[in-house]
């Protein structure tokens, strides 16, 4: 964790508080979210320069509101309100908030009264579109508020204390639907707050290094489970910039893996970048306990309780190993300040999951403060290979569950082969970077075909290409009919076993992105 924070978000739940730090950092200036319940001493020792409250989905005069500590609106600093925040402000100030006779939800105008300050940028009459969220109305602001925008159904649709440079928006500047919400965030951010815009992936590679030096200490070795997915290459190159030699990265072959993966990360880490690589070549105990497993819940505890055994067996043979990287992002930190409770356990890394509690090793998480875009900068600027910076997700149980069915070498060649055509061709085609993942499924379902003079009676490939921005919901890539025909002839020509190739039509929901 940082020591100072230059602007700190109290988040009230709103499902945008996410997307207000994003926002922030965009600007390149660093921000941090904070549950409302965070006492105000604990949020002056991080020195914050300015403070977001945030929307929510409370009303501020219901009993169960979040609490707020109206001291926060008395500390001089420069003062965001969003939705809910400036509601706060209000309600917290001597003015009134009261239901709104409708819910407004959706586009809005709203007319510039004065152009000061967070709408510096903008000029007295002009109408800029915002977007409305709300179901309360602010029916008068406390004294030394003045409305500096309005809307038809809200006079108090923009709100300025200009003195002790204190702000409020009944709209979401930081959503998509508010155009110019992004000139009204920098306003904030550069002229009323005074920030500057520097927080810089080479800046955060500076300073992640110094944290991650002074949790490990002078000895002691550090071990990472690489996966040669974006995460765990980047954790690993930045703790391999603070300490070198004592990382110890741990590769495990499940003979799970794509076309070439393990020769790609041997390269890359072994190779390029001068790091320890323990390849423990697992693949053959990993298909002996396959053998004859159809149920796909069955093949993903199998396949997650081998990793742990062969990782720990592996890890044991370091000597002095204490401290343990993982992989841990921003997004899955936020998850546990939540004004609504930490959720039970944060997420742990998928690929290693189970492993920390078990082996009593200390965690190192030099990602935890990064969304998923910011930890591809900072591996570009750390020199990272694009591939490995775009690759797209690959689920740690790898081809065991894109091989329904058994799983047995034989398959799973013929898997890898079609998956390789399926990772070219997306490739050439410029698509790869506007899906979210792309490959190929092999079907335990046999179909007669004829090839040249003879019958055959093989095996069915599915395509499955889908569209996402978390991999929580996804819609299938309408993938042009052209590329579908190359894939198609080239599969069933190249791959031999494989007579038919079918593409998958189905969203996420009612059916996962993964086919077990
Ligand atoms: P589903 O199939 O649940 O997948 O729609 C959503 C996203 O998660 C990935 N996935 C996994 N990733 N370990 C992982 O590291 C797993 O066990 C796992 N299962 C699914 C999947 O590839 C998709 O991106």
């Not at 009134?96 to 300050?117: C, F, L, N, S, T």
């Not at 992640?208 to 997915?229: F, N």
Request: aromatic fraction near 8%; charged fraction near 20%.
């Amino acid at each position: 964790m940082a020591a100072s924070v230059p602007v700190l978000i109290v988040d009230f739940g709103s499902q945008y508080t996410q997307l207000i730090a994003r926002r922030i950092r965009e600007n390149r200036v660093y921000c941090e979210i904070v549950s409302c319940t965070t006492p105000t001493e604990q949020i002056l020792a991080r020195q914050p320069r300015a403070i977001v409250l945030s929307g929510g989905p409370s009303s501020v005069y219901a009993e169960d509101a979040p609490p707020f500590d109206p001291a926060l609106l008395e500390l001089g600093l420069p003062t965001l309100g969003i939705c809910y925040g400036v509601q706060l402000m209000a309600h917290r100030g001597g003015g009134r908030v009261a239901r709104a006779a409708r819910r407004e939800y959706g586009p809005a105008e709203v007319k510039v009264e004065r152009p000061v300050g967070v709408f510096a940028p903008f000029a007295a009459g002009e109408s800029l579109q915002v977007w409305m969220s709300h179901g309360d109305r602010i029916e008068a602001m406390p004294e030394g508020f003045v409305p500096i925008g309005s809307s038809a159904n809200t006079p108090f649709c923009a709100v300025a204390c200009v003195e002790r440079k204190i702000y409020g928006f009944q709209f979401h500047p930081e959503v998509y639907h508010t155009p110019r919400g992004h000139e009204m965030l920098r306003a904030f951010l550069f002229d009323v707050a005074g920030l500057t815009p520097d927080w810089t992936p080479g800046q955060f590679v500076d300073q992640a290094m110094a944290s991650i030096q002074q949790r490990v200490g002078a000895t002691g070795t550090v071990i990472c489970g690489l996966s040669g997915g974006v995460d765990s290459s980047v954790a690993a190159a930045l703790v391999h910039r603070a300490i070198g030699s004592r990382l110890h990265c741990i590769f495990v072959d499940n003979g799970l893996l794509r076309h070439n993966e393990a020769d790609e990360v041997l390269r890359l880490f072994r190779g390029r970048m001068d790091i320890t690589v323990h390849h423990v070549n697992a693949a053959a105990r990993f298909l002996d306990e396959l053998k004859g497993i159809v149920d796909p819940e069955q093949k993903r505890k199998i396949i997650g309780r081998v990793f742990i055994e062969v990782f720990e067996a592996e890890a044991r043979r370091i000597d002095n190993a204490r401290y343990l990287v993982q992989g841990t992002l921003y997004p899955d930190v936020i998850e546990s300040v939540s004004f609504k409770g930490p959720s039970a356990v944060i997420k742990s890394h998928h690929n290693v999951g189970g492993l920390p509690e078990k082996m009593h090793l200390a965690l190192v998480e030099p990602l935890r403060e990064l969304f998923k875009d910011e930890v591809r900068e900072v591996g570009a600027q750390m020199g990272l290979p694009h591939d490995i910076l775009w690759r797209h997700p690959f689920p740690g149980p790898g081809l065991a569950i894109r091989c329904l069915g058994e799983v047995t070498e034989p398959r799973l060649d013929v898997l890898r082969k079609a998956d390789t055509i399926v990772q070219e061709e997306i490739r050439t085609s410029g698509l790869q970077s506007s899906l979210w993942q792309a490959f190929a499924v092999l079907l335990p379902v046999r179909s007669v075909g004829v090839m040249g003079d003879e019958r055959t009676y093989d095996e069915c490939v599915a395509i499955r290409a889908v569209q996402s921005s978390d991999g929580m919901t996804a819609d299938w890539a309408r993938l042009p009919h052209d590329l579908l025909a190359t894939l198609s002839t080239r599969i069933i020509n190249e791959v031999k076993g494989v007579n038919r190739v079918v593409y998958d039509i189905s969203s996420k929901p009612p059916a996962t992105i993964e086919w077990e």
